[in-house]
């Protein structure tokens, strides 16, 4: 069985591309425009951009000053905030979250993410933005960490307060009420990509920082070998979820422009099998198996040179606040 069948990703990406065809005008075959904004670019302002590619509607742009890639136009923030509250998507999502195999997955990736953290844990005040679940805080505070989340999806706020017993808020960020430097870390895992105004969230995170606190970012690599190959075809572009897309220089750029240095970055996740799959004219993710027919010589050393040249399909960042 397929890590997608096993785990309910299947499911959950068909709701999806049903999700995003409700948001398309039939006549242009594009994003409506009564649910569409045009924006400058999200990081640096310009006005620029140059049209990467169409995909189900949306079209992906790269802009000509600093190099991010986004979305434009984009499905106004209201509209995504009310999705992430109501669309069957969130439900299924939380199935693929609470399926064995990805809380294996994910237990292991958020015990390297706290591994990394420790060093500014502090007074031990934790704040996950977008905490979906609860795992990643439950995990922290079994490492002596005081936790608060963030979620606005139905299921998993409930998931979060009832089976972890967590502090979880229903509100954005800049609605919180959390004081300056109310928190040693920060954790914006999978969540930094999904906002209208990355640099804004941010900057109100280092607000919220103590001097010397850390943030960890995990967003998609736009720069990762998978987009690279496959382009529209990678799962990650999708329009409506995914609306900014960091490669590791505008991600660092990013950070700088908001107050933080950047000891560390990395990059994980090959995506090899949907790479094998494009480049022997298949489907990506149709689980056709090439990547089986290739020499395990050639992944074994095809994989850590991934890591080394930073084309892992998701990135981390490590940023620290300045003084």
Not at 122 to 132: E, I, M, N, P, Y
Not at 192 to 213: K, S, V
Not at 270 to 277: G, Q
Request: proline share 5%; net charge negative; charged share 30%.
């Amino acid at each position: 069985m397929s890590i997608d069948q096993e785990t309910g990703r299947d499911r959950y990406f068909e709701a999806r591309d049903a999700e995003l065809a409700a948001l398309i005008d039939p006549e242009t075959g594009r994003l409506a425009d009564d649910l569409a904004q045009t924006i400058d670019c999200p990081l640096c302002g310009g006005s620029s951009h140059r049209p990467l590619f169409e995909k189900q509607g949306f079209t992906f742009v790269r802009c000509a000053d600093c190099r991010l890639v986004f979305v434009n136009p984009q499905v106004k923030e209201s509209v995504v905030l009310d999705e992430y509250r109501t669309a069957e998507t969130n439900d299924l999502w939380f199935d693929v979250l609470t399926s064995e195999r990805q809380l294996a997955l994910d237990r292991e990736k958020f015990a390297e993410v706290l591994d990394l953290l420790e060093p500014y844990k502090g007074a031990g005040r934790l704040l996950d933005v977008g905490c979906s679940i609860g795992l990643f805080l439950d995990l922290a505070r079994e490492r002596g960490w005081r936790g608060t989340g963030i979620e606005f999806a139905p299921r998993a706020l409930a998931h979060a307060r009832e089976r972890y017993g967590l502090d979880v808020l229903d509100v954005p960020l800049d609605e919180a009420g959390f004081e300056d430097g109310s928190f040693d870390a920060v954790g914006l895992l999978s969540v930094l990509e999904h906002t209208n105004e990355p640099g804004r969230m941010l900057g109100d995170l280092a607000r919220m920082l103590r001097p010397g606190g850390a943030v960890y970012v995990v967003v998609p690599n736009v720069d990762s070998l998978a987009c690279r190959v496959l382009h529209e075809r990678a799962r990650t572009f999708d329009g409506r979820n995914h609306l900014v897309y960091f490669s590791p220089a505008t991600l660092r750029d990013c950070l700088d422009r908001s107050g933080f240095d950047v000891p560390h970055v990395a990059t994980t996740v090959s995506s090899s099998a949907a790479i094998a799959e494009h480049l022997a004219y298949e489907e990506p993710y149709s689980e056709a198996g090439l990547v089986d027919d290739v020499p395990a010589e050639i992944m074994a050393a095809l994989e850590p040179r991934l890591a080394e040249l930073h084309l892992g399909y998701k990135l981390h960042a490590l940023a620290v606040k300045r003084a």
